[in-house]
């Protein structure tokens, strides 16, 4: 038997991000959560991310009864799952390196954008599962129309955003809050 893990919303602006487990054998499939507050500050520069990762796998494992001995796990080459890579290693987990696509990507890429959609308001058309530069834009545009209020939302860790994004989100602000003051 075989368990397909993936991950959604780890390089994402905002939001909490996910990890995925499919048992391909019977289509089971769960899914768990990595608060946006484990991106950002120290929680970032400790790697929390990495290592949350790490204990949410084996909770995910175990959930799905997985046998070490006779089943093996396609994991998403993502640096999310260094910290798992190297757990699977000491512990003898049969693993392999996957681009996960199908039934896990997009259930997983769903569950980020219901998150997005019902927990954080984001009620954009563009808003797809499909992940890139095209969400990156809705989301950091959503940031920008109400920054002070969504700045919580960003997982502020990411360097980019400190040394150039938020400036840009905060410009953009100052515009848009300009326009509908003269309507």
Same mark, same amino acid.
């Given at each position: &038997? ?5 991950? =959604?919303?780890?390089? %994402?602006? +905002? ?12 289509? @089971? &499939?769960?899914?768990? /959560?990595? =608060?946006?507050?484990?991106? *950002? ?10 290592? &949350?990762? +790490? ?7 175990? @959930? ?5 001995? #006779? @089943?093996? !796990?396609?994991?998403? $080459? ?10 699977? %290693? %000491? ?6 390196? /996957?681009?996960? @696509?199908?039934?896990?990507?997009? /259930?997983?890429?769903?569950?980020? !954008?219901?998150?997005?959609? #019902?927990?954080?308001?984001? $009620? ?13 834009? +809705?989301?950091?545009?959503? !940031? ?11 997982? =502020?860790?990411? *360097? ?7 400036? +840009? ?13 003269? *309507?």
């Amino acid at each position: &038997m075989t368990i397909e893990i993936d991950d =959604s919303g780890t390089g %994402d602006l +905002v939001g909490d991000a996910f990890i995925g487990f499919l048992r391909q054998e019977t289509g @089971e &499939m769960l899914f768990k /959560a990595l =608060s946006v507050e484990l991106f *950002k500050g120290d929680n970032w520069k400790n790697k929390e991310p990495y290592k &949350m990762t +790490v204990d949410l796998v084996k909770e995910g494992l175990k @959930e799905l009864n997985f046998d070490k001995k #006779n @089943e093996k !796990v396609l994991i998403c $080459r993502g640096n999310i799952f260094d910290q798992v890579r190297q757990y699977f %290693d %000491d512990i003898g987990i049969n693993h392999e390196p /996957a681009i996960i @696509e199908g039934k896990l990507q997009d /259930a997983v890429e769903g569950r980020l !954008v219901k998150h997005l959609r #019902n927990d954080l308001g984001i $009620r954009s058309r563009k808003l797809t599962i499909k992940s890139g530069a095209k969400r990156y834009f +809705v989301l950091f545009n959503w !940031v920008s129309r109400n920054f002070y209020n969504r700045e919580k939302y960003v997982k =502020s860790g990411f *360097k980019k955003w400190n040394n150039h994004w938020r400036d +840009v989100a905060i410009e953009n602000y100052e515009k848009f809050k300009e326009t509908r003051n003269y *309507k």
